[in-house]
């Protein structure tokens, strides 16, 4: 089994089924060979706007998605120093920096992300990050 760290934009084009990569999302999602890890950072991102807006179907996907997780990221001062040094050399962004801190604590194979190859997380030394641009129908 492969230990897939979703990032919030794979999942969000997921759930709303309206993009033309949805279809990718969604197959990653139901691919039998992955189990999934997550953080409260992901979930944060995601969930508390649809609930919010009284959007109960994308509230609904996220919700059954979160119920799947096998393991979530403790979330403590060591994680936030280890993607604040992750940001710092890369030149991520302050929640690509977490995910990817979070993803590496949890021992995650890969990083599936809706960021373009060329953004900065792709250059995270010590984790795979797939992005759903320029992938082919099956992952």
């Given at each position: 089994?492969?230990?897939?760290?979703?990032?919030?934009?794979?999942?969000?084009?997921?759930?709303?089924?309206?993009?033309?990569?949805?279809?990718?999302?969604?197959?990653?999602?139901?691919?039998?060979?992955?189990?999934?890890?997550?953080?409260?950072?992901?979930?944060?991102?995601?969930?508390?706007?649809?609930?919010?807006?009284?959007?109960?179907?994308?509230?609904?996907f996220?919700?059954?998605?979160?119920?799947?997780?096998?393991?979530?990221?403790?979330?403590?001062a060591?994680?936030?120093?280890?993607?604040?040094?992750?940001?710092?050399?890369?030149?991520?962004?302050?929640v690509?920096?977490?995910?990817?801190?979070?993803?590496?604590?949890?021992?995650?194979?890969?990083?599936?992300?809706?960021?373009?190859?060329?953004?900065?997380?792709?250059?995270?030394?010590?984790?795979?990050?797939?992005?759903?641009?320029?992938?082919q129908?099956?992952?």
């Amino acid at each position: 089994m492969t230990r897939t760290y979703l990032d919030s934009g794979l999942l969000i084009v997921a759930a709303r089924g309206n993009d033309p990569l949805s279809a990718l999302a969604l197959a990653y999602l139901s691919d039998a060979q992955r189990t999934f890890v997550s953080s409260a950072f992901v979930r944060l991102e995601v969930l508390p706007k649809p609930i919010y807006l009284q959007r109960q179907h994308e509230a609904a996907f996220y919700t059954t998605f979160f119920a799947a997780v096998v393991s979530w990221a403790l979330i403590h001062a060591e994680l936030v120093e280890q993607a604040y040094s992750i940001a710092a050399t890369y030149g991520l962004s302050a929640v690509d920096a977490l995910h990817v801190a979070a993803a590496l604590a949890l021992q995650a194979d890969e990083l599936i992300t809706s960021e373009r190859p060329e953004k900065p997380m792709h250059r995270v030394a010590g984790l795979t990050v797939r992005s759903l641009y320029g992938h082919q129908a099956n992952p």
